[in-house]
């Protein structure tokens, strides 16, 4: 089986050597002293950004980590009080508008 593969492969690397001729392709070479300038510009300013989002990122990890760290105990109490809850905050005044009809209503 290697043998047929190693035919098959000498056979495939023959016929495309005669009819496909190595061809080289050249690239334009950029040697104006303004184009290696822009270059260099790129380079600085691409740098320069690096930079900067590097020092806004260290940045808003220092705001991050000058928040007031909440104990779990607290954690869990603020959602024990938002969890027992008999309807949500925005709709306590609808809750009350329906208490007052309802012991009005029976008069």
Not at 12 to 33: C, D, F, G, K, N
Not at 38 to 47: P, S, T
Not at 66 to 82: C, F, G, N, T, Y
């Amino acid at each position: 089986m290697q043998g047929a593969l190693a035919n098959f492969r000498s056979s495939a690397q023959e016929w495309s050597a005669r009819t496909m001729p190595p061809t080289v392709i050249r690239l334009p070479v950029h040697s104006s002293p303004w184009f290696n300038q822009f270059r260099a510009l790129a380079a600085v300013v691409m740098l320069a950004v690096a930079v900067l989002a590097g020092l806004l990122f260290r940045q808003s990890e220092s705001v991050r980590g000058r928040q007031p760290v909440i104990s779990d105990a607290a954690l869990l109490e603020q959602i024990d009080s938002q969890v027992s809850r008999k309807v949500p905050a925005h709709l306590e005044p609808l809750l009350d508008l329906v208490a007052q009809d309802g012991s009005t209503g029976g008069n």
